[in-house]
C-alpha cells in the first residue's frame, strides 16, 4: 500500500514562492496518477493540478494555471508543487493524492470523492 506524507508548507509573505512536496512510500510510485488539491478554511476541498503516471502528462484548474507547476521525481518517489506569485487567497491546507486508473487524468481528477489514497495534507498561509 502506498502512503503519501506531504512537507513544505509555512507561512510565505504575498508575491513569494513556496515549494511543497509529497513523498510516496510503498511500491509502485510510477503506477499512480498524482495531483494535490486545497482547502481553504470553511471552504470545499478544490482540485490544484495533476500529473499522469509517466510525467509526460499535465492538468492545471484555471485559476492557478501559469503560477503553479506540478511535477514528479521517479527516481524520489515525490510529486512537488512550485507555488509562484502567492496571494492571500492561496492560504489553505494542501494535500496529496494518487489514483492508479489509466485515462485521461483530466478526466477524473478532478473529482475528490473517487480518488484512491490521500495524504494528510501542509498548511500554507499567505500573509504579511
Known amino acids: 500500500q502506498v502512503q503519501l506524507v506531504e512537507s513544505g508548507g509555512g507561512l510565505v509573505q504575498p508575491g513569494g514562492s513556496l515549494r511543497v512536496s509529497c513523498a510516496a512510500s510503498?511500491?509502485?510510485?510510477?503506477?499512480?496518477?498524482m495531483g494535490w488539491f486545497r482547502q481553504a478554511p470553511g471552504k470545499e476541498r478544490e482540485f490544484v493540478a495533476a500529473v499522469s503516471q509517466t510525467g509526460d502528462t499535465k492538468y492545471y484548474a484555471t485559476s492557478m494555471k501559469g503560477r503553479f507547476t506540478i511535477s514528479r521525481d521517479k527516481g524520489k518517489a515525490t510529486v512537488y508543487l512550485q507555488m509562484n506569485s502567492l496571494k492571500p487567497e492561496d492560504t489553505a491546507v494542501y494535500y496529496c493524492?494518487?489514483?492508479?486508473?489509466?485515462?485521461?487524468?483530466?478526466?477524473?481528477?478532478?473529482?475528490?470523492?473517487?480518488?484512491?489514497?490521500w495524504g494528510q495534507g501542509t498548511l500554507v498561509t499567505v500573509s504579511s
Open positions: 510503498g511500491r509502485s510510485f510510477s503506477s499512480f496518477a
Open positions: 493524492a494518487a489514483d492508479s486508473r489509466y485515462a485521461p487524468i483530466s478526466s477524473y481528477f478532478t473529482a475528490k470523492d473517487n480518488l484512491e489514497l
